[in-house]
């Protein structure tokens, strides 16, 4: 068994993939409705790639998308940008690429990022619509892997009406998500786990920079402070969406995740020293997924339950460096 694989339980109807091997016989199974359980090993049998595909219902975790619903990191087959890809090449290895769709030149940097700093891991220039081979990694080891750190220049020879800003892009993955990403890849033409890097790119109007360079003087746009976010987010979904009745328990999850995720950001990089999160009691999903994302970012000092008597037992206090 391994990480990824789609299972069922041989004592209920429930199917799910497996997100972790906590030991020899206990592994941690995330079910249809979007949690995760450990079950023992000998309790859960391996579903067929085949048996999965002829079978499966349109909100399993390997049922193809409806037609029409196409998943946020989803890249249509002609759209243009950088994509980071997870291509399998047996039950264990993915080979990771860099995939540049589109016609501009991309000088690129790709960093590992630890406890110790950021360990170069390749660099170069990818012409339009190719891909590079970045590494091969273990989905034994998924838990294990490093956040990835990207720099990106955009270049196009001859006339350009609008330059894209250089681009720095920081990526970790969450086992809920990633074994939800596969489709064809860009480029690749093949199947892959496959996520958009460049979403966020920013253009800026090559009339702009001429008039900036105008009399062989280059002046300096003023830096854009960062606005500090509120120092208290509740993530109750009612505070987060109107149509919380319409939206199903993974889809809840992943808003409030998304929700928590672009808080801290903006906190860290507005130079907030402290912020709370509301995320409540319920079964413990949320305050988990939390917890593990906390617990990888090199840039927070600490974090604990908040205050009871003034957020309740539903709350985590963080404080960043």
Do not use: C
Request: aromatic share 8%.
């Amino acid at each position: 068994m391994n990480i990824g694989d789609k299972v069922r339980m041989l004592r209920g109807k429930e199917e799910g993939i497996i997100t972790r091997i906590i030991d020899s016989k206990l592994i941690e199974v995330e079910i249809e409705d979007g949690f995760q359980i450990p079950v023992m090993k000998n309790e859960v049998v391996i579903v067929s790639r085949e048996e999965a595909s002829y079978f499966s219902r349109d909100d399993s975790p390997l049922a193809p998308e409806k037609p029409g619903k196409t998943p946020a990191t989803a890249p249509k087959s002609n759209e243009d940008g950088i994509f980071l890809a997870f291509r399998p090449l047996n039950d264990r290895i993915l080979a990771l690429y860099l995939i540049n769709r589109g016609g501009r030149q991309v000088p690129y940097a790709v960093f590992e990022e630890s406890g110790k700093g950021l360990k170069g891991l390749s660099a170069g220039t990818m012409s339009g619509n190719s891909h590079h081979k970045l590494a091969e990694v273990s989905l034994q080891n998924f838990e294990e892997w490093p956040t990835y750190v990207f720099q990106f220049i955009f270049f196009s020879a001859g006339l350009n009406k609008e330059i894209k800003m250089p681009l720095t892009k920081k990526i970790n993955f969450k086992a809920s998500s990633f074994y939800r990403s596969k489709r064809v890849a860009p480029v690749l033409n093949a199947e892959a786990y496959t996520f958009r890097l460049d979403g966020e790119a920013i253009t800026v109007d090559a009339s702009q920079v001429k008039e900036s360079l105008s009399g062989n003087r280059l002046n300096p746009s003023p830096s854009i402070p960062v606005q500090a976010p509120p120092p208290v987010l509740d993530l109750h979904i009612e505070k987060l969406s109107p149509n919380a009745a319409s939206m199903s328990s993974q889809d809840i999850l992943n808003l409030q995740l998304s929700t928590f995720e672009k808080h801290l950001d903006q906190a860290v990089a507005s130079g907030v020293d402290e912020v709370v999160y509301v995320h409540g009691v319920g079964n413990g999903t949320l305050r988990d997924a939390i917890h593990k994302y906390l617990s990888r970012q090199s840039n927070i000092k600490f974090f604990k339950d908040a205050q009871k008597d003034k957020f309740g037992y539903g709350a985590t206090k963080v404080q960043i460096n």
